[in-house]
């Protein structure tokens, strides 16, 4: 792959864990406002006046208001908030002390769905999207002594948003994900990409992106394990490709390898852990480093469900991803949406690979010129955030989106832009549109031209009976390429037992007996390189009506909202205990 094909997209600060930073979690104050009257020049909440004169009279405060944890979803921090959609407004203050050749960067791990950012009672900016990081230079706007932060944070659904209006999870408002003040120099590492080269496991390609004053630069990159002392310059915009010998221990789910990765200039040091490994498509085979791989995996929410809120942190990275090791897991598709970096992270040490997509789901309006705008940019902002880490293989565009000519050239064009942002990954999307004739199903949606590896979602034996005895099923794939059946499955409350062969019983027994179904049929397919069951837990949903069984809850998990295991857990861990042994 040529180094031309590496393109930048515009993001201020890479690798923020990596940076220096003062870390704004915590308690913040904050002001709910049901009609969105903040915004209003008669009712400026994002000045935080205070009346101090005789005749000063404000209609608020976030003196002695209620305060909510940051990282977190307002939802399940208050059961007044438990359904709420509408505006927040949160407030931090901190101390800060500025530095001469220094600038400073409010970085938001993410906050659902559109957030305005003032600073010292000025706008820094505002951000669309509830699963994406954004960020803004804040240097100008700080002082020393006391600051202070005001985020207004809307949820309210759009039918022009990313997801649209109706979505099958919750849809959890607030600032939920990490927010740091990152200060760096003046001429600073801006952003890099360093991965091996598509299909060659002995050399390291991509680029660094230095900002500040433009211009020609030594940049070395140091790695010391592997004896790497790698010498270049950029050119008058600061940027400079990259394009050395190195000779990795490949990572892969049996040894996760990790490198500590220093890059250096004149005037700044940035070190992240990489590892390096390489992802390929050959015929209707997925091939990591080499060697067809079975991806043995399940799909996630960003859903802890025994406290029914996000999940945000490091520790629910753990158990999230420790559940899906003990159930056999090499690969977990992050549906629907960009989960937060704690997860992408821990996936790189414990050796999981990764499959993430933005959040263009059912009842998007691709018609809308907009949209294809909305969806780039959160295409560049996942994978700016994230490329670097070698546990992700897979790029997603889409779930579960109807086929139309509108809908086609969105996500062609959008695939595009991926692959010219990333050269080195597979592109996928899962859809739900096959064609079904006595027992044979035909993959037949026309997106699949596009894509390296098709991801089918169907739910035989749950939604649709089954049209024949399952290991009589036949699937064709005229597109004759990877396939990976993305979602399956059906719902049983845990504890409630009865018929295995009667859907409405919503029992163990029925789900456990449309798994053994399942499984049956996948071992008949051929070109089949990977499943993910859906769902790992139980998680809340609000179009999930069923009084007795669902309760605002979709009931498809392999665990309940306890975590505890339903019988159907145990089908498909054997089930990846005979793949993996066949592997090795």
């Known amino acids: 792959m040529a180094l031309g094909l590496f393109v930048q997209a515009q993001w201020l600060v890479a690798n923020v864990a990596g940076r220096n930073t003062l870390s704004l979690n915590g308690s ?28 000063d009279f404000y209609e608020y405060a976030f003196d002695n208001a209620i305060g909510l944890q940051v990282p977190g979803d307002w939802n399940s921090q208050r059961n007044d908030l438990l359904y709420y959609e509408g505006t927040v407004w949160y407030k931090k ?26 600073c010292n009672g000025i706008k820094a900016g505002s951000h669309e999207g509830g699963f994406t990081p954004f960020q803004f230079e804040v240097t100008h706007l700080l002082k020393a002594g006391t600051n202070e932060v005001i985020v207004r944070v809307n949820n309210w659904r759009r039918v022009d948003g990313i997801p649209a209006l109706n979505y099958d999870w919750w849809n959890y408002g607030g600032i939920t994900r990490d927010v740091d ?12 990409f360093i991965q091996l080269k598509k299909n060659d496991t002995s050399h390291i390609a991509g680029w660094i992106q230095l900002a500040g004053n433009n211009g020609l630069h030594k940049v070395t990159i140091h790695i010391p394990e592997l004896k790497v ?92 991803l420790g559940w899906a090791k003990q159930l056999g897991c090499n690969f977990v598709r992050l549906t629907h949406y960009p989960h937060n970096e704690h997860m992408v992270r821990m996936a790189d040490k414990m050796g999981i690979l990764l499959w993430e997509e933005i959040p263009l789901w059912q009842g998007i309006q691709f018609s809308n010129p907009v949209i294809l705008a909305k969806a780039n940019r959160l295409l560049d902002e996942m994978i700016e955030r994230d490329k670097n880490r070698s546990a992700i293989i897979l790029w997603s565009l889409s779930n ?9 050239t969105t996500l062609t ?26 027992n044979t199903i035909t993959i037949d949606d026309s997106l699949s031209k596009v894509l390296d590896v098709v991801g089918v979602n169907e739910y035989i034996g749950w939604y649709t009976p089954w049209p024949g005895p399952p290991d009589a099923m036949v699937w064709k794939n005229p597109f ?18 009865g018929s295995k062969d009667t859907a409405s019983s919503w029992s163990e027994e029925y789900q456990e007996q449309l798994y053994k179904d399942q499984v049956a049929m996948f071992k008949k397919i051929p070109f089949l390189c990977g499943t993910t069951p859906w769902v790992l837990a139980d998680f809340r949903s609000p179009g999930r009506l069923q009084p007795l069984y669902q309760q605002g809850w979709n009931r498809k998990g392999l665990l309940s909202d306890k975590g505890y295991r339903k019988k159907a857990w145990y089908v498909i861990q054997k089930f990846y205990g005979e793949k993996e042994n066949i592997a090795h």
């Open 400 to 408: 579960e989106t109807t086929p139309s000519e509108s809908r086609d």
């Open 181 to 192: 003040l990152v200060t760096t120099p003046t001429n600073y590492i801006q952003d890099y």
């Open 480 to 497: 004759h390429k990877p396939l990976i059946m993305s979602e399956f499955g059906g719902e049983a409350l845990y504890g409630h037992h």
């Open 28 to 55: 913040w104050a904050v002001i709910v406002d049901p009609f969105n009257v903040g915004e209003s020049n008669w009712k400026p909440i994002w000045k935080d006046q205070h009346a101090t004169g005789v005749h």
């Open 413 to 438: 064009a959008m695939a595009a832009h991926a692959r010219a942002l990333d050269p080195t990954r597979l592109i996928t999307s899962a859809f739900n549109h096959v064609a079904y004739k006595n």
């Open 93 to 118: 203050t901190f101390q800060y002390q500025p530095a001469h050749g220094q600038l400073s960067f409010l970085c938001f791990g993410g906050a659902n769905y559109i957030a305005d950012v003032y």
């Open 229 to 320: 002392q790698y010498t270049t310059q950029t050119n008058a915009t600061g940027r400079a490709d990259i394009d050395f010998t190195a000779y990795p221990a490949l990572w892969s789910p049996e040894h996760p390898r990790l490198y500590q990765v220093q890059i250096t200039t004149a005037t700044d040091t940035v070190t992240e852990a990489i590892g390096f490994r390489t992802i390929a498509v050959k015929g209707t085979e997925i091939v990591l480093n080499g060697k067809p791989i079975f991806l043995r995996g399940i799909n996630i929410h960003e859903q802890i469900p025994q406290r029914a809120g996000r999940a945000y942190s490091t520790t629910d990275a753990t158990m999230l």
